[in-house]
């Protein structure tokens, strides 16, 4: 939403933004005939009247929430509004005149492509935005985020301050996310409880806050970087996993011992994911000689392939090459 209203601003357009989390009725888009009692224009034309413009910049929020009922199809009555060879002559049922919408530069936003129909996905230009790196994250932080966390919570400019290596710590031990609301929600809470402190007169002057207090402020850290540690032990493999939050490291424990040649796969996954670790086995088994393995350990050990945290269903097609590493 914040990047409309930039796209807005460089513009020099007026700046719309309608949500359509939860619309399931056609009349919200195209609106109702005057026939009803308490029939309304559609909400897209409303929202043209409001702003007093024909060109503005429409932002249309969350277009893959949208639902659908007996009383229409919402998505439907969005395709002659996105599509510059139709929306130029756009009848809303209350006006009941053609409109104009080619004007308009339409905006969407959602979190997921597949809710969103073929045909609707079609008449639009898709860009993926990735999350922000951690060094875009450090600079937001210190542009925005820190000063209006020290605005809302009451503290001046000179009472709190934040090292850049306390901003990093935050980002890579206590969030883990694509974007930066997580990390504003933790900048919070430490101003808060500075605030606290120099309400009851226990700290004077500015209060810098290191990497190292951030235990006191905010307790024990959520993620830690594992990695190297576990890496070491021979059997332990890292893969990449979908997340909404834009992924996350997964480790692929092998194990080996004596046994009759069994094979025991664990941690809750998918048929996919079973094959894969069967292709992988196979792959091993049929090139001993080239990596230099005993061809007759296989018949005379057990193998035990696991993928921490069992709770979590896992499953895709790409965790072949992970498995065979392990």
């Known amino acids: 939403t914040s990047l409309g209203q930039s796209i807005a601003r460089a513009l020099g357009r007026k700046f719309i933004r309608m949500s359509l989390g939860g619309v399931r009725d056609e009349a919200e888009i195209r609106g109702h005939r005057r026939t009803y ?78 809710p ?34 020290r605005r809302e919570n009451g503290l001046r400019q000179d009472e709190v301050e934040f090292t850049e290596a306390t901003l990093r710590s935050l980002i890579r031990d206590y969030t883990r996310e694509a974007g930066v609301r997580n990390l504003e929600r933790e900048i919070g809470r430490v101003c808060r409880k500075v605030a606290t402190k120099i309400a009851e007169g226990t700290v004077e002057g500015a209060v810098l806050v290191e990497a190292d207090d ?58 996919v994911m079973k094959e894969s670790a069967s292709a992988a086995r196979s792959y091993v088994r049929a090139r001993t000689e080239e990596l230099g393995i005993p061809r007759d350990i296989f018949a005379r050990s057990d193998i035990h392939l696991h993928v921490p ?18």
């Open 37 to 114: 009692i308490g029939a309304l224009p559609g909400r897209i034309m409303q929202a043209l009247r409001r702003a007093e413009s024909n060109n503005p910049v429409f932002m249309l929020d969350e277009v893959d929430k949208m639902g659908r009922d007996f009383r229409g199809d919402p998505s439907s009555a969005l395709l002659e509004v996105l599509d510059p060879e139709q929306n130029r002559e756009f009848r809303d049922h209350y006006l009941d005149v053609p409109f104009d919408l080619s004007q308009v530069m339409f905006i969407t936003t959602g979190n997921l492509l597949d």
């Open 116 to 149: 969103i129909p073929g045909p609707l996905r079609d008449r639009m230009e898709i860009l993926a935005l990735s999350g922000y790196t951690e060094g875009e994250k450090v600079r937001i932080a210190e542009g925005y985020l820190i000063p209006r966390q």
């Open 214 to 271: 951030l235990y006191d402020y905010l307790g024990r850290a959520h993620f830690y970087p594992e990695t190297a540690e576990r890496t070491e032990i021979p059997g332990v493999a890292t893969g990449l996993g979908w997340t909404p939050f834009g992924g996350d490291i997964m480790f692929f424990e092998a194990t080996l011992m004596p046994g009759k040649g069994g094979f025991t796969v664990t941690g809750k996954l998918g048929e």
């Open 309 to 326: 945290a069992g709770a979590i269903p896992k499953d895709g097609p790409s965790a072949g090459v992970t498995i065979a590493t392990a």
